[in-house]
């Protein structure tokens, strides 16, 4: 799968499609990263980066699920608890040994399945829901 946007991707929320338009740069930012031996100036960055991201984008799409009783919220919601356990260990890790070239690419594997199989299909599960709550209650 290609690491690019596309409308298809889009739940129509514009501060979700921008979140994760922005994951995207980020993601495209540490694989380019790693395959020129970089990884490790980025990973910082990366970290802080992925925390604001856990912070305000999951609580985003939450609000959002709540507000229009998602069917899916509880799946949607391990979702997101199982990506932060996995960042939060890679943090962790990355505290107590210091950079090692194991967390640049894990965090990179991370990123990459979170992309094709969370926001590619998950999300745009959210996202049809959410077009579909919008079209209905602009007709009633």
Request: proline residues 1%; charged residues 40%; glycine residues 4%.
């Amino acid at each position: 799968m290609a690491f690019e946007w596309s409308d298809e991707l889009s739940v129509g929320i514009p501060d979700i499609d921008r979140q994760h338009k922005e994951l995207l740069n980020k993601i495209k930012e540490l694989r380019e990263a790693c395959r020129e031996g970089r990884g490790k100036e980025l990973i910082d960055e990366m970290m802080a980066f992925l925390e604001r991201y856990i912070n305000d984008h999951f609580s985003c799409e939450e609000r959002y699920m709540k507000e229009f009783n998602y069917p899916q919220m509880v799946f949607h919601v391990k979702e997101h608890t199982d990506f932060t356990k996995r960042y939060l260990e890679l943090r962790d890790e990355l505290r107590k040994r210091g950079w090692r070239l194991y967390t640049t690419l894990e965090t990179k594997d991370l990123l990459g399945l979170w992309w094709i199989n969370h926001i590619s299909k998950v999300d745009r599960e959210l996202g049809r829901f959410l077009k579909d709550q919008k079209y209905t209650s602009k007709r009633s």
